[in-house]
């Protein structure tokens, strides 16, 4: 299994209060990946990050940010939860453009 | 605008019933193509990498086949243990995003 962990696993939050994921690799990758994947719609990127403090936005970035310290740490905030954020997030690592992805286990977001 | 279109969204199989799931996309430069298969509650499992038309690749059962405009996923004699949501995702024309397809979901009865 490629070294990636996401913290936590499972959260429940309330509306309105700040959340932040953590992603966490030991590969080495250049490139990670923050997506949410919810029925109906599958996996939809939300930010990516090319490098350290190199990151940008994907299709559905509106409400959260990202943040990239250190090559192995990918954060994804949340600044004020709400209902339609309640998902399932996946973190990914590629090492390159023309590479395969490698996904974390998910973390299960429940915002009430 | 990169668009990955998978088909069907959802495909019932009885055991030992070959079938193929359908992977269209419209990227202008294509920097490779990759399958995926997810279980419930788990994250997408790597399965191949597709780059050239006419290229294929075997795995067990499944084997991966890609032309210019889409790829298909031919599954052979599945078993149950095939069932599964699956996956294909393909780079933006920069290579910096993964754009995925909504899946189809296989349900393969004994």
């Known amino acids: 299994d490629a070294g990636i962990t996401q913290s936590p696993r499972h959260k429940v939050t309330e509306t309105g209060t700040p959340v932040t994921l953590r992603c966490h690799q030991t590969?080495?990758?250049?490139?990670m990946y923050w997506y949410r994947q919810d029925p109906g719609h599958g996996l939809r990127l939300i930010h990516y990050s090319y490098g350290v403090k190199d990151t940008d936005k994907g299709e559905v970035s509106d409400g959260y940010s990202v943040s990239r310290s250190k090559t192995e740490d990918f954060l994804l905030t949340l600044e004020s939860a709400t209902s339609s954020q309640t998902s399932v997030y996946f973190c990914?690592?590629?090492?390159?453009?023309?590479?395969?992805?490698?996904f974390g286990q998910g973390t299960r977001l429940t915002v009430v | 605008e990169d668009q990955v279109t998978q088909s069907p969204e959802a495909l019932r199989l009885q055991e030992g019933e070959s079938s193929s799931l359908n992977c269209s996309y419209t990227v202008s430069g294509l920097r490779g193509l990759f399958w995926y298969r997810q279980d419930p509650g788990k994250g997408p499992e790597f399965l191949f990498t597709l780059y050239s038309a006419g290229e294929e690749k075997e795995k067990e059962r499944l084997k991966a086949t890609l032309t210019k405009k889409e790829s298909f996923l031919h599954i052979t004699a599945p078993k149950p243990e095939d069932s599964a949501t699956y996956l294909c995702a393909v780079p933006s024309n920069s290579g910096y995003a993964l754009n995925f397809g909504k899946g189809t979901s296989l349900l393969v009865t004994p």
């Open positions: 990914a690592i590629r090492t390159g453009r023309d590479t395969e992805a490698f």
């Open positions: 590969e080495n990758h250049r490139y």
